[in-house]
Nanobody, 122 residues
Framework: VQLQASGGGLVQAGGSLRLSCAAS????????MGWFRQAPGKEREFVAA????????YYVDSVKGRFTISRDNAKNTVYLQMNSLKPEDTAVYYC????????????????WGQGTQVTVSS
């Protein structure tokens, strides 16, 4: 499956962005999906995951209550709604597909999008 992430940009602290991850090549509903981020000089960090049906979600503590992961299997697309953004959310955000539901480890994801830059100014 090929993944294409989009929706990043520059936003002020407290603002919102919605990231999209469009899939092609295979049906997205076959995969658990996740969002990760990587800031300069840091390791790739798990952000959120969603099960194949969308019925279960999981978040890293630092984004709980601010970010929402969702999916539209009919459109083969996964979303990450990011509200109340903080400067520490600045990173390249990646979407990824896994054969497992709600995996939080990058090594469990076999397919990755190219990343989209999110920059939050203070």
């Amino acid at each position: 499956v090929q993944l294409q992430a989009s929706g990043g940009g520059l936003v002020q602290a407290g603002g919102s962005l919605r990231l999209s991850c469009a899939a092609s090549g295979r049906t997205l509903s076959n995969y658990g999906m996740g969002w990760f981020r990587q800031a300069p000089g840091k390791e790739r960090e798990f952000v959120a995951a969603i099960s194949r049906s969308g019925g279960s979600t999981y978040y890293v503590d630092s984004v709980k209550g601010r970010f929402t992961i969702s999916r539209d299997n009919a459109k083969n697309t996964v979303y990450l709604q990011m509200n109340s953004l903080k400067p520490e959310d600045t990173a390249v955000y990646y979407c990824a597909a896994s054969g497992m539901a709600q995996a939080t480890t990058p090594s469990l994801y076999g397919y990755w999008g190219q990343g989209t830059q999110v920059t939050v100014s203070s």
